[in-house]
C-alpha cells in the first residue's frame, strides 16, 4: 500500500494552523498512523487509529479521516513542533510510510 | 520506564552479514509485540520486520529470505540477523515496542553502513 503525503515541506509561523495529507492508494480503514521526527532523533508516535491522541502528546494535535484520506493538524504550532511528520499504515501486516512532510519555520 | 538499546551497527562490505540486538528493560518482549524500522540517511522511514507476542514474524519484501528478527527471553533482547547484505541496507535501524499496528517505544537507532 503507497501512502503520500502532501505536502513534502511547508513553511509556517509559531500560532498557525497547519495541516498536513496523509493519502493511501487503496481503502485503509483507520488503520493510519502519524508520528513526529526531530533531527538526530527517533520517531515519536502521535495518533494511532487516525484520530487516537496517544498520552501526553499535547491537544493541539489531531487526526481525522478514514478510507483512503487522513489529516494531521496542529491547530497553534509551537516552536517545539518544527520537525518532520511522519503517516503509517498497518492494513496490511507490511507496514508503508508517507515520505514525510518537514515542517520548518518562516 | 521503558528503555531500548540498540548494538551491533557499523561497517560491513556488501554480502556480509551482521547482527543487531536490541536490549530491552522496563517491558517483556516476549510479551509484546517488538518491530525493526530504519531509515537511509537523509531518507524517510521504512518497515523491516515484527515479531508478535506469539511468535509470529512478518517482513518488508525488500528484506524477506535475507533478514530474520527474533528474541531471546532469556537476555529480554530482540534480534535482527541480517545477511547478504547490500548497500541500500545502509540505514539506521531502529527496535521499538508497540503493537500489531504501530511502534510506541523507540530505541536510539543503531547505523549500518554496507560499503566497500
Not at chain 1, 17 to 43: D, E, F, M
Not at chain 2, 36 to 59: C, D, F, M
Not at chain 2, 73 to 99: I, P
Request: charge should be positive; hydrophobic fraction near 30%; proline fraction near 4%.
Amino acid at each position: 500500500i503507497q501512502m503520500t503525503q502532501s505536502p513534502s515541506s511547508l513553511s509556517a509561523s509559531v500560532g498557525d494552523r497547519v495541516t498536513i495529507t496523509c493519502r493511501a492508494n487503496q481503502t485503509i480503514s483507520s488503520y493510519l498512523h502519524w508520528y513526529q521526527q526531530k533531527p538526530g532523533k527517533a520517531p515519536k508516535l502521535l495518533i494511532s487509529g487516525a484520530s487516537t491522541l496517544q498520552s501526553g502528546v499535547p491537544s493541539r494535535f489531531s487526526g481525522s479521516g478514514s478510507g483512503t484520506d487522513f489529516t494531521l493538524t496542529i491547530s497553534s504550532l509551537q516552536p517545539e513542533d518544527f520537525a518532520t511528520y511522519y503517516c503509517q499504515q498497518s492494513y496490511i501486516s507490511w507496514w508503508t510510510f508517507g515520505q514525510g512532510t518537514k515542517v520548518d519555520i518562516k | 520506564e521503558v528503555q531500548l538499546v540498540e548494538t551491533g551497527g557499523g561497517l560491513i562490505q556488501p554480502g556480509g552479514s551482521l547482527r543487531l540486538s536490541c536490549a530491552a528493560s522496563g517491558l517483556t518482549v516476549s510479551s509484546t509485540y517488538m518491530s525493526w524500522v530504519r531509515q537511509a540517511p537523509g531518507k524517510g522511514l521504512e518497515w523491516v520486520a515484527i515479531i508478535y507476542s506469539g511468535g509470529n514474524t512478518y517482513y518488508a519484501d525488500p528484506v524477506k529470505g535475507r533478514f530474520t528478527i527474533s528474541r531471546d527471553n532469556s537476555k529480554n533482547t530482540l534480534y535482527l540477523q541480517m545477511n547478504s547484505l547490500r548497500a541500500e541496507d545502509t540505514a539506521v535501524y531502529y527496535c521499538g515496542r508497540g503493537s500489531s499496528d504501530y511502534v510506541d517505544y523507540w530505541g536510539q537507532g543503531t547505523l549500518v553502513t554496507v560499503s566497500s
